[in-house]
């Protein structure tokens, strides 16, 4: 089993107490956004934000987040000492790379983004409320979409 998630620390802690063998991964293109950030918070021209982000973007993605916090540590360590906002969001970094191993999840056949379960969620929605002649009240299509999710969970 694989849990993939935004990061959230409360919603990681339920998912490992609920799943003690599951592969946690945090959503790539979350982690891609806090790695935007932290190169806009460098002190870079735009230019060599675009850069550095685009090779990072690329490291992350074959290698995974523990090679990327150790270019930018190396290569900026004064910018992250400056910038508060960069080495908060290269913190996210850390704190979260064991679940952002993309290259070796990638490799076993894992998932590295949440986008593909979010549009499946979304289409079963779809095709349940939309039925022919059908008007629902939102509340009450939540309601059937958690039973509906429920009983293929357990099936």
């Given amino acids: 089993m694989q849990c993939v998630a935004d990061g959230e620390d409360a919603l990681e802690k339920a998912l490992r107490d609920a799943f003690r063998d599951a592969v946690f991964t945090n959503d790539f293109i979350h982690a891609c956004g806090h790695l935007h950030t932290c190169c806009e918070n460098l002190g870079l021209d735009d230019e060599a934000v675009r850069r550095e982000y685009r090779f990072l973007k690329g490291l992350l993605f074959r290698i995974?987040?523990?090679?990327?916090?150790?270019?930018?540590?190396?290569?900026?360590?004064?910018?992250?000492?400056?910038?508060?906002?960069?080495?908060?969001?290269?913190?996210?970094?850390?704190?979260?790379?064991?679940?952002?191993?993309?290259?070796?999840?990638?490799?076993?056949?894992?998932?590295?983004?949440?986008?593909?379960?979010?549009?499946?969620?979304?289409?079963?929605?779809?095709?349940?409320?939309?039925?022919?002649?059908?008007?629902?009240?939102?509340?009450?299509?939540?309601?059937?979409?958690?039973?509906?999710?429920?009983?293929?969970?357990?099936?």
């Fill in 64 to 155: 995974g987040a523990t090679a990327v916090i150790k270019r930018l540590e190396t290569r900026y360590a004064a910018s992250l000492a400056v910038s508060t906002t960069a080495d908060k969001e290269l913190d996210y970094l850390r704190k979260r790379k064991q679940n952002m191993n993309y290259g070796w999840l990638r490799r076993n056949g894992y998932f590295i983004a949440s986008g593909h379960v979010e549009a499946a969620a979304r289409i079963l929605v779809v095709r349940r409320c939309k039925q022919a002649g059908m008007h629902w009240r939102h509340k009450n299509a939540i309601r059937i979409s958690a039973i509906l999710a429920y009983l293929r969970s357990v099936a």
